[in-house]
């Protein structure tokens, strides 16, 4: 199919709110909406995880990296949410059950969207990374960045559903880079995610959106992007880099130390 009549389809589907959106995988839902009302206990969160062993496992395995440096080692659930507390263990839990979306039947979509989950994953890093060094939520942040670019899956699978995709990577991802953070907002909102994450799609791109006085999570997500960026120039003065308190000339060193961290993470 030609790109501009498979963009004359696609375009008023995402302006219109008529672009099938996925829907949030039962453990996210569970855990969000206990979470949400203020329902969960170590046990609690530890029998909602429990029902799939794979993030279980993955948990167990993140409380034992370098970063977290535990003394001893963590061989059970309940101890590493425990460790970690339970509002940073409940958002990793939603992160890792984000995973099973990232799924496509074309060669060239399937690729797309794993790219698209290895990058969020690389700035989701950073960001868990970063906020350690912040009033923030080490949970909230590592959401925030795996999210940033949620709006790319709905146009990825919905052209996935396609019978022929007569389109390049370059045009592909093009429509994405234009649509992604409305769509990313209309999802996040869908999914009842916290305002504070809905707007990370949208200030992200921008080191100098308005925000709190102090560092929050679109922050973390703004320079963790930047920095990551291929396209990157040098650091400007802007209004991110002055509410995470660093300056021009310690940027690029403090980001290089922090993206080390996060490669042992």
């Known amino acids: 199919m030609p790109v501009q009549p498979l963009s004359e389809q696609l375009i008023p589907l995402v302006n219109n709110g008529q672009l099938p959106l996925p829907t949030l995988p039962s453990l996210a839902q569970k855990v969000l909406k206990a979470a949400q009302g203020d329902n969960l206990t170590t046990d609690s969160l530890s029998a909602l995880v429990e029902q799939d062993p794979a993030i279980a496992a993955h948990l167990v395995k993140i409380a034992n990296s370098p970063l977290v440096g535990c003394p001893t080692e963590v061989t059970d659930l309940g101890t590493a949410i425990g460790l970690f507390g339970i509002g940073y263990c409940s958002q990793l839990a939603i992160s890792l059950a984000l995973r099973q979306l990232f799924r496509a ?55 996935d559903e396609q019978t022929d995709i007569e389109l390049s990577r370059t045009q592909i991802m093009t429509l994405v880079e234009q649509h992604q953070a409305l769509l990313a907002e209309q999802l996040l909102d869908d999914w009842c995610f916290p305002p504070s994450l809905c707007a990370v799609p949208h200030n992200y791109q921008n080191m100098n959106h308005n925000g709190k006085q102090q560092a929050d999570i679109s922050d973390l997500v703004a320079a963790a992007c930047y920095f990551l960026s291929e396209q990157r120039k040098d650091w400007q003065d802007c209004k991110v880099l002055e509410r995470l308190g660093l300056t021009t000339d310690e940027v690029q060193k403090k980001m290089m130390a922090w993206q080390s961290r996060a490669a042992h993470a």
């Open 105 to 159: 039947r074309h060669a060239i979509i399937s690729d797309l969207i794993e790219h698209t989950w290895e990058e969020s994953t690389r700035v989701a890093n950073l960001c868990l990374v970063m906020a350690t060094n912040y009033p923030i939520n080490p949970g909230s942040a590592y959401l925030a960045g795996l999210l940033h670019k949620i709006g790319a899956l709905p146009i990825l699978r919905w052209l």
